[in-house]
T-cell receptor, first 116, second 114 residues
């Protein structure tokens, strides 16, 4: 069963606008972590933001924020004030359990294109 | 040092060749991973090493042979690959303890099998 679902294969956003990338997940483990990564065409996976299942507040990192709705099992990424350099593939990923040697499972990704 | 270094960055090999991919980290992470990523697809897990022991093998064909000679180094030995094995191979590491920023990825090796 697919554990991470990203339903938007591609998104366009105007420069300086905000954009929301959707992610829903499925797990029966009460302890889990949710991650967003950015992958430019060069291939490197760049960590953006993390949300733990027990975290009470939504995570924020600069222009990135994570809209965590636990009951709906969603973890949407919000990018504010989009920049041309934000054009890339974005992956939502999950780690089940609390130990850090559990591998990440990735969604299919959303390709974001920022338009000038 | 907060990096995972992968070499080579690009590799072209014939189907009868033997080659190796190398991954190195000096962050004290004791879990290391190999992922395979085809174009326009998400990374797919291949192997997990925890404390230098293979803990997960996702039914990867035997033409891929992982090796973890020490806590800083992870190799992926390649032999008799097929053209469909052409992909980006990503290495990652993490701390086995509870850690949120624990997953660090290398920049990958782009492999082309001819």
């Amino acid at each position: 069963a697919q554990k991470i679902t990203q339903t938007q294969p591609g998104m366009f956003v105007q420069e300086k606008e905000a954009v929301t990338l959707d992610c829903t997940y499925d797990t029966s483990d009460p302890s889990y972590g949710l991650f967003w990564y950015k992958q430019p065409s060069s291939g490197e996976m760049i960590f953006l933001i993390y949300q733990g299942s027990y975290d009470q507040q939504n995570a924020t990192e600069g222009r990135y924020s994570l809209n965590f709705q636990k009951a709906r099992k969603s973890a949407n990424l919000v990018i504010s004030a989009s920049q041309l350099g934000d054009s890339a593939m974005y992956f939502c990923a999950m780690r089940e359990g609390i130990t850090g040697n559990t591998p990440l499972v990735f969604g299919k990704g959303t390709r974001l294109s920022v338009i000038a | 040092d907060t990096e995972v270094t992968q070499t080579p960055k690009h590799l072209v090999m014939g189907m009868t060749n033997k080659k190796s991919l190398k991954c190195e980290q000096h962050m004290g992470h004791r879990a290391m991973y190999w992922y395979k990523q085809k174009a326009k697809k998400p990374p797919e897990l291949m192997f997990v090493y925890s404390y230098e022991k293979l803990s997960i093998n996702e039914s990867v064909p035997s033409r891929f042979s992982p090796e973890c000679p020490n806590s800083s180094l992870l190799n992926l030995h390649l032999h008799a690959l097929q053209p469909e094995d052409s992909a980006l191979y990503l290495c990652a590491s993490s701390s086995p303890g509870y850690s949120y920023y624990g997953y660090t990825f290398g920049s990958g090796t782009r492999l082309t099998v001819v």
